[in-house]
């Protein structure tokens, strides 16, 4: 057996092998708009004992580089899928969706196209679905959002907590206004893949005891849910006397079983040939307004972002100052191959710019997630580096997949202006990548 992952079909069944130490076995069982896996991911081993693999996605613009048009296309595939099964509404745009998604280069712009009567209350989960979820939200005419997140403000209570428990950093909170949930709305529940529903199920109680409601739905690109933990929702909903719904883009069954331990994580000494590469700072304030509040180390955060919410008009708002400004960033484009790196939660803005950006850009954020590297065909890690956070020295931040020489460009997104020192173990090790060009971009200052 080759120390690659390997793909087999039999029918609906698909195996993965991970490196000669796990397989992963899947049967899917519902896939309504006949999506290939292949589109949607690949996978990886987890530096994590909680939980053995990661579905490294292909649209999600995370663990890997991904045109950033892609990412905004899967949330409205999944908002149409949500439009059709579960409020049985006509979606005539979904034909044209699925057409895109199927296309190496899709020219896709995100657009409204839920009617207004349909008015919930959508959250996205942090770190890694902030984007997804705030581009589902971009699909609605009349709708508010926000993402949970990691962050803790001074001064501030969250309105709820709650836990992730299989995650790197597993505490979610939710720092938002009281009438956002003092409400009968339904709530949507937007993450990238559920492997157990554990967590959905976790929020649901939390923000249950303080806001009951009667309607819950649970939206994911992947749903992975056993019989036996989607018969937790079900006793879930007789429990509370509510009703979840469940929307994914591919539903089926996972087993998975470890066979072999993987080796002890080789450190990458690659050395590299001196390569000349320019450094520009560049700001983004004008555009964009601080919140009152900041972080635990004083660092301001933005009022647009989703994490204090946000409603739809405020949003065609935000799209109109996401587009000025990304005109500021194509002035300063120099490169014919460009990609842009949002910041851990910080997703969904840089994602927006770069799909604005022009050309050849590729987007992808840095992860808390330790990952085993390893660069052999097919896996899902094969590159990566590890530096700690310019915003939160405290806190490591992780970039996989991108190979020295791939880009000459590099624009990386931090949500606020940090101090140059802190800057230099990131730009330490963006340097070996050979690029010719890096811009830093802020978008709020530190003293607002």
């Given at each position: 057996m080759k120390d690659t992952q390997i793909l087999t079909l039999s029918k609906k069944t698909y195996t993965y092998t991970i490196l000669d130490a796990i397989t992963i076995d899947i049967e899917v069982a519902t896939n309504p708009y006949q999506l290939q896996l292949e589109e949607l991911f690949t996978m990886a081993a987890r530096i994590n004992k909680k939980r053995s693999f990661l579905f490294v996605s292909k649209v999600l613009g995370k663990h890997l580089p991904i045109d950033?048009?892609?990412?905004?296309?899967?949330?409205?595939?999944?908002?149409?899928?949500?439009?059709?099964?579960?409020?049985?509404?006509?979606?005539?745009?979904?034909?044209?969706?699925?057409?895109?998604?199927?296309?190496?280069?899709?020219?896709?712009?995100?657009?409204?196209f839920i009617e207004e009567k349909v008015n919930p209350v959508i959250i996205g989960f942090a770190e890694t679905a902030t984007a997804l979820g705030h581009a589902f939200f971009d699909c609605f005419e009349n709708a508010e959002y926000f993402h949970t997140t990691r962050e803790e403000l001074t001064g501030k209570t969250p309105l709820i907590t709650f836990e992730e428990e299989h995650s790197h950093a597993t505490s979610h909170r939710c720092y938002i206004p009281l009438e956002l949930l003092n409400n009968n709305r339904e709530i949507i529940l937007v993450d990238d893949e559920m492997t157990t529903g554990k967590t959905a199920i976790n929020i649901i109680q939390s923000i249950h005891a303080q806001f009951p409601?009667?309607?819950?739905?649970?939206?994911?690109?992947?749903?992975?849910?056993?019989?036996?933990?989607?018969?937790?929702?079900?006793?879930?909903?007789?429990?509370?006397?509510?009703?979840?719904?469940?929307?994914?883009?591919?539903?089926?069954?996972?087993?998975?079983?470890?066979?072999?331990?993987?080796?002890?994580?080789?450190?990458?000494?690659?050395?590299?040939?001196?390569?000349?590469?320019?450094?520009?700072?560049?700001?983004?304030?004008?555009?964009?307004?601080?919140?009152?509040v900041t972080t635990k180390n004083n660092m301001p955060l933005m009022k647009a972002t989703g994490r204090?919410?946000?409603?739809?008009?405020?949003?065609?708002?935000?799209?109109?100052?996401?587009?000025?400004?990304?005109?500021?960033?194509?002035?300063?484009?120099?490169?014919?191959k460009t990609l842009c790196i949002g910041t851990g939660e910080f997703m969904y803005i840089?994602?927006?710019?770069?799909?604005?950006?022009?050309?050849?850009?590729?987007?992808?954020?840095?992860?808390?997630?330790?990952?085993?590297?390893?660069?052999?065909?097919?896996?899902g890690a094969k590159h990566g580096f590890q530096f700690p956070n310019p915003e939160d020295q405290s806190v490591s931040h992780f970039v996989y997949n991108i190979a020295p020489g791939t880009y000459?460009?590099?624009?990386?997104?931090?949500e606020r202006e940090v101090a140059?020192?802190?800057?230099?173990?990131?730009?330490?090790?963006?340097?070996?990548?050979q690029l010719k060009s890096i811009k830093i971009v802020f978008f709020v200052h530190e003293k607002g």
């Open positions: 950033p048009q892609k990412g905004l296309l899967v949330a409205a595939l999944l908002a149409a899928r949500y439009a059709e099964s579960i409020k049985d509404l006509e979606c005539p745009v979904r034909e044209k969706l699925v057409e895109l998604f199927g296309q190496n280069k899709a020219k896709f712009e995100s657009h409204a409601r009667d309607e819950y739905t649970v939206v994911s690109i992947l749903d992975w849910r056993s019989d036996a933990n989607k018969q937790q929702f079900k006793q879930l909903e007789k429990t509370l006397g509510i009703k979840i719904n469940s929307v994914s883009l591919i539903a089926g069954n996972v087993e998975v079983n470890e066979i072999n331990k993987l080796q002890e994580q080789e450190n990458c000494k690659d050395s590299f040939s001196n390569h000349e590469t320019t450094i520009k700072f560049l700001s983004l304030s004008t555009f964009f307004e601080n919140a009152a204090f919410g946000i409603d739809s008009r405020a949003n065609t708002n935000l799209h109109q100052k996401i587009n000025s400004a990304s005109e500021v960033l194509r002035q300063h484009r120099t490169g014919e840089p994602m927006k710019l770069a799909a604005a950006m022009g050309e050849n850009v590729f987007y992808q954020s840095t992860t808390r997630s330790p990952i085993y590297i390893k660069d052999v065909q097919d896996y000459d460009e590099l624009f990386f997104f931090l140059r020192e802190d800057l230099k173990p990131l730009l330490d090790q963006v340097e070996k990548l």
